[in-house]
Nanobody, 119 residues
């Protein structure tokens, strides 16, 4: 069983930066692939970035490529999302998730953290 807790959200002006953290419990988390997703009001949840268990494979959505960076610290059992050059359209609830395989369903989800970017 893996439990995920996100933190680091908040209110920031356009052009600013935030770093989200996703702290995981569970001794097997280092073997799990992880991802960051977001959901804006009235919109479907979308993937923002994914990272493999080894951090050797990383994916970014086109909307955040070049601005966001995903990373993980296996010692701290934490996955990060560094968000730079934030735009108002990045406003959403951000969720982290984990899955046991690189192509399976995400089985574990955090409760989400709100990111609001003002113009």
């Amino acid at each position: 069983q893996v439990q995920l807790v996100e933190s680091g959200g908040g209110l920031v002006q356009a052009g600013g930066s935030l770093r989200l953290s996703c702290a995981a419990s569970g001794h097997t988390f280092s073997s799990y692939a992880s991802g960051w997703f977001r959901q804006a009001p009235g919109k479907e949840r979308e993937v923002v970035a994914r990272i493999s268990s080894s951090a050797g494979n990383i994916y970014y959505s086109d909307s955040v490529k070049g601005r966001f960076s995903i990373s993980r610290d296996s010692v701290k059992n934490t996955v990060y999302l560094q968000m730079n050059s934030l735009k108002p359209e990045d406003t959403a609830v951000y969720f982290c998730a984990a899955r046991a395989t690189s192509r399976g369903d995400y089985m574990y989800w955090g409760q989400g953290t709100q990111v609001t970017v003002s113009s």
